[in-house]
């Protein structure tokens, strides 16, 4: 078999053409393998006949839905370039993501055709887009220019296209989320994209017959890889069109779902509506958990509950896999998020580059076969990212003896104060154990003093709490210079898609300087 992803999914119809491959919980429609690959194959051969050839980007502008990823596997099968997109952005970024990427053709979903009736509008100049192909997915009022996805993908042939793409031919580029500056689209070929699967098969307790529950939207990497390794394992992808945490509880119990991701403010939702009363999860094995720290507080309150969190640590430049922690040591070191994955090498290392001794903070480097080629037309962001086969993450870490990692925080979210070194993630994970706060985040701001002092901005459950009790119980859990000095408080923390904060909004917000 060709290392071509898209033939994951015709192996798989081969192999197991029976087994239920995805459910589209939102429209209630299921799909075995041979139906899938039968209508990823249609789409492959439609696109084909538009003119969609090797290379050519095809962009994705739609919820999740089998819609989805059968696009998804015909773009990969007939060998062109997968370019997801963020369904949150403003058309201006919609519009740079698409003129940058080249994408020639964009499949969209009903819900977005007023933004794309706009980007339309804009023809193919200096803030417009070079699209010659849009398709329409789903319900919504069709423009003449636009072709109707089930008609489209309904007349055309269910048979295997032809294609030679594979190995190290551009599989998707797919856009970090852009908290500073410009959005930057890591590339992802057939292969990297193979040797992320494996190490997550290899490394993970992700089974056969399992039933995943997919719950981030799938222009993210920690859905669209997971997704892909149900497939390689030949396990049900349950996808939820978005996340809902009563949904998903309901989800859980109805579809016996076994496993899944969530990023922490899910985890963090869920638990907020949990009712042990009502909600069931016998046949919940374990839940990963990434995109950010999760406060030691929540893995231990999922323990509580018979769930088990285990940490993950990943990012869209190495397909999704860096560090995982394992089902025995989980909730014994809960705060690590485990051990390099079985095809993956990490090291944590100081500004000299030198390894740093065990307990030390350094920057976190990723080597494996599923890293990214590069950056899509940034030659010199790629040649800062990826030196001598490793990936510089910018991300703080510390690793102790047994090579268990612990992350801290991004390196540009630390700040100085008083000459020594202070990482958000630690404080935040000491705020959230409070019962009465909801979500907190942490960040420098300017003292003619100490130089920077912490500002927590905190989402409180109970009305009644104020920065006198969090100073009190921030007292005896961490040392003076880690004690923020600020508090401010708020109905809401300003997320990514993937769950991570975003500082830049709250350093915008909250500009200090911090009252001596």
């Known amino acids: 078999m060709r290392n071509n992803v898209g033939l994951f999914?015709?192996?798989?119809?081969?192999?197991?053409?029976?087994?239920?491959?995805?459910?589209?919980?939102?429209?209630?429609?299921?799909?075995?393998?041979?139906?899938?690959?039968?209508?990823?194959?249609?789409?492959?051969?439609?696109?084909?006949?538009?003119?969609?050839?090797?290379?050519?980007?095809?962009?994705?502008?739609?919820?999740?839905?089998?819609?989805?990823?059968?696009?998804?596997?015909?773009?990969?099968?007939?060998?062109?370039?997968?370019?997801?997109?963020?369904?949150?952005?403003?058309?201006?970024?919609?519009?740079?993501?698409?003129?940058?990427?080249?994408?020639?053709?964009?499949?969209?979903?009903?819900?977005?055709?007023?933004?794309?009736?706009?980007?339309?509008?804009?023809?193919?100049?200096?803030?417009?887009?070079?699209?010659?192909?849009?398709?329409?997915?789903?319900?919504?009022?069709?423009?003449?220019?636009?072709?109707?996805?089930?008609?489209?993908?309904?007349?055309?042939?269910?048979?295997?296209?032809?294609?030679?793409?594979?190995?190290?031919?551009?599989?998707?580029?797919?856009?970090?989320?852009?908290?500073?500056?410009?959005?930057?689209?890591?590339?992802?070929?057939?292969?990297?994209?193979t040797w992320g699967v494996l190490t997550i098969n290899a490394t993970s307790d992700l089974r056969s017959k399992d039933r995943y529950l997919v719950a981030l939207p799938l222009f993210h990497v920690g859905a669209l890889t997971p997704c892909t390794a149900t497939v390689h394992r030949g396990a049900t992808a349950v996808v939820m069109r978005s996340f809902d945490p009563k949904r998903a509880w309901e989800i859980i119990e109805q579809e016996r779902i076994t496993t899944g991701l969530k990023v922490p403010a899910m985890l963090n939702f869920m638990r907020q509506v949990y009712d042990p009363q009502r909600h069931r999860h016998s046949d919940l094995r374990w839940l990963m958990s990434g995109a950010a720290p999760v406060p030691v507080s929540l893995i231990r309150e999922y323990d509580r509950m018979g769930i088990e969190i285990q940490q993950v640590y990943g990012l869209t430049e190495t397909c999704g896999p860096a560090c995982l922690?394992?089902?025995?040591?989980?909730?014994?070191?809960?705060?690590?998020?485990?051990?390099?994955?079985?095809?993956?090498?990490?090291?944590?290392?100081?500004?000299?580059?030198?390894?740093?001794?065990?307990?030390?903070?350094?920057e976190v480097l990723v080597r494996g076969r599923h890293l990214m080629k590069g950056y899509w037309n940034r030659p010199e962001d790629s040649a800062a990212a990826l030196r001598d086969g490793w990936l510089y993450t910018g991300d703080v870490a510390s690793i102790d003896e047994e090579g268990f990692v612990y992350i801290q925080d991004r390196i540009k979210d630390m700040y100085i104060s008083g000459g020594e070194n202070v990482y958000p993630a630690e404080i935040e994970n000491v705020l959230v154990s409070h019962p009465e706060v909801l979500e907190a985040a942490v960040i420098g701001q300017p003292s003619a003093k100490w130089g920077e002092v912490g500002a927590a901005i905190v989402v409180k459950k109970a009305p009644s709490l104020d920065a006198d009790d969090l100073r009190a119980f921030c007292q005896d859990k961490l040392a003076r210079f880690k004690q923020p000095a600020v508090y401010e408080f708020v109905d809401q923390i300003p997320r990514n898609p993937s769950g991570k904060i975003l500082k830049r909004i709250l350093r915008d917000q909250f500009p200090g300087p911090a009252p001596d």
Not at 96 to 119: H, K, M, N, P, Q
Not at 325 to 353: C, L, P, Y
Request: glycine share 10%; aromatic share 8%.
């Open 9 to 193: 999914l015709a192996k798989r119809a081969h192999l197991s053409p029976n087994v239920e491959g995805f459910v589209d919980v939102d429209t209630a429609r299921r799909f075995t393998y041979a139906e899938w690959n039968a209508r990823a194959n249609r789409t492959a051969n439609a696109l084909l006949e538009a003119g969609v050839g090797k290379a050519d980007r095809v962009a994705l502008l739609q919820m999740n839905s089998v819609e989805y990823m059968e696009s998804f596997f015909a773009i990969a099968k007939i060998g062109a370039v997968c370019v997801p997109i963020n369904w949150r952005l403003t058309a201006e970024e919609l519009a740079f993501i698409l003129r940058d990427s080249g994408s020639a053709t964009l499949i969209y979903g009903g819900e977005f055709t007023d933004t794309v009736g706009e980007l339309h509008g804009r023809g193919d100049g200096e803030h417009g887009t070079h699209v010659e192909r849009w398709v329409l997915c789903g319900v919504g009022s069709r423009p003449e220019w636009a072709l109707d996805y089930d008609t489209w993908q309904r007349e055309a042939p269910d048979a295997e296209p032809e294609s030679e793409a594979g190995e190290d031919d551009l599989l998707y580029i797919m856009y970090t989320s852009g908290t500073t500056g410009l959005p930057k689209g890591a590339m992802h070929t057939h292969s990297s994209a």
């Open 325 to 362: 922690i394992s089902s025995d040591d989980a909730v014994a070191r809960a705060g690590s998020t485990g051990k390099a994955f079985f095809h993956t090498d990490v090291r944590v290392i100081d500004a000299d580059g030198a390894d740093v001794p065990a307990g030390d903070s350094g």
